[in-house]
């Protein structure tokens, strides 16, 4: 995991995740343009629930936290909503 916390702008959804697999489920991930999407967990939260990033799903944010590499996954430490998508 990285030491340095970034910050990422994008839409956050929830797209479906491991299908077919004990792990399928609908998971957060952050969209932008032109850039994959990014799979997010908020730190602390179940990753079968995400209840704090679903208070944000189809809204455009600012997440805050690290990547982990190992898990592929970038760990929420905050989020904040973002007026709209034009700077993004």
């Known amino acids: 995991m990285s030491d340095v916390k970034v910050e990422h702008l994008g839409k956050i959804v929830f797209l479906p ?3 077919g697999s004990k792990s399928d489920s609908l998971r957060p991930f952050l969209v932008r343009p ?3 999407p990014l799979r997010l967990h908020y730190n602390g939260s179940n990753p079968f629930k995400e209840d704090e990033l679903f208070k944000c799903a189809d809204k455009f944010c600012k997440v805050i936290g690290y990547k982990d590499e190992k898990q592929n ?4 430490s905050s989020v904040e909503f973002v007026s709209d998508g034009k700077n993004i």
């Open 73 to 76: 996954v970038f760990l929420v």
């Open 17 to 19: 995740y491991a299908s």
């Open 34 to 36: 032109d850039v994959l």
